[in-house]
């Protein structure tokens, strides 16, 4: 179960979200705020998992709200709801878990959501590995130096380095440049003068043409379903036709992504379909 706060100055909006989440399994709206200072309050007072914040609000806004939760010892995780603006680089550098485009889309919001899931599993299993490392430690610290033993050659060549990746992007984030392998890469969509670079547990932004993403990720293991869309190969486990030559793709973790008009024979015909 996932706990959620919505946040927005629009009521109408707050109610749309509401009626969406409720049929997202394992979700629980825990409460509403109408502006970054109640929703800080809120979230101090209930530590929701995931807060959905909208960006333009009076007074204090969305990515004020988000730079306080970053600076917390607790992480909050963030999905931002707004008109894709100005504001969308800043959001990405607050390491938002997704990005989603006024009026939301019911099946953009339910994998924003499912990412969240997917984050908040990841450092679960992270904090477990580093409590077993301190274990691990400690137990070492009290065993006699002739109970150490060497690790067997063929165990320590198998934990030596990997193998270089296919190919990555240079992200920035924080005024850094971070590395994200095209191997993490699960669908990329188009955003004005931007691209989404969609993994599966945060997005990317890069200004970028889908063109130039096209090229960079190659045909081998990407396919290019629509003039704003992108995804991996080995991601898609079935296609559904929705009448009329459409074609919707329905990917591992159950995202469905449409199929554009113009893209439908080349889909069919590299997936031999």
Do not use: C
Not at 87 to 105: C, G, I, Q, T
Not at 167 to 191: K, N, Q, Y
Not at 192 to 221: F, H, K
């Amino acid at each position: 179960m996932i706990r959620i706060l919505l946040v927005d100055d629009e009521i109408l909006a707050l109610k749309r979200l509401k009626v969406a989440l409720g049929d997202i399994p394992d979700v629980e709206v825990i409460g509403e705020a109408r502006d970054g200072d109640e929703a800080l309050a809120v979230i101090e007072q209930l530590r929701p998992d995931l807060v959905l914040l909208d960006i333009s609000m009076p007074g204090r806004d969305g990515i004020a709200v988000a730079q306080m939760l970053a600076a917390r010892e607790k992480q909050t995780d963030v999905v931002f709801i707004t008109a894709f603006d100005q504001f969308a680089v800043d959001a990405f550098a607050l390491e938002a878990v997704d990005y989603l485009l006024k009026p939301v889309d019911f099946e953009r919001l339910e994998q924003a959501v499912a990412r969240a899931k997917r984050r908040r599993a990841e450092r679960a299993a992270q904090d477990r590995v580093a409590e077993l490392g301190e274990v691990v430690s400690a137990l070492r610290g009290q065993a006699s130096a002739p109970a150490l033993r060497r690790i067997p050659a063929p165990l320590a060549a198998a934990s030596g380095p990997e193998a270089p990746e296919s190919g990555a992007f240079w992200i920035p984030v924080h005024g850094t440049l971070v590395r994200v392998s095209a191997d993490l890469i699960e669908w990329v969509e188009a955003a004005r003068d931007y691209v989404l670079l969609r993994t599966s547990t945060r997005s990317y932004i890069l200004r970028a043409t889908m063109s130039e993403i096209e090229r960079q990720l190659g045909s081998a293991n990407f396919l290019r379903i629509h003039r704003s869309l992108i995804v991996r190969r080995d991601l898609i486990d079935g296609v559904e036709r929705t009448g009329r030559g459409s074609l919707q793709l329905v990917l591992r973790d159950g995202a469905r992504l449409g199929v554009g008009p113009s893209y439908v024979e080349a889909v069919n015909s590299a997936l031999n379909i």
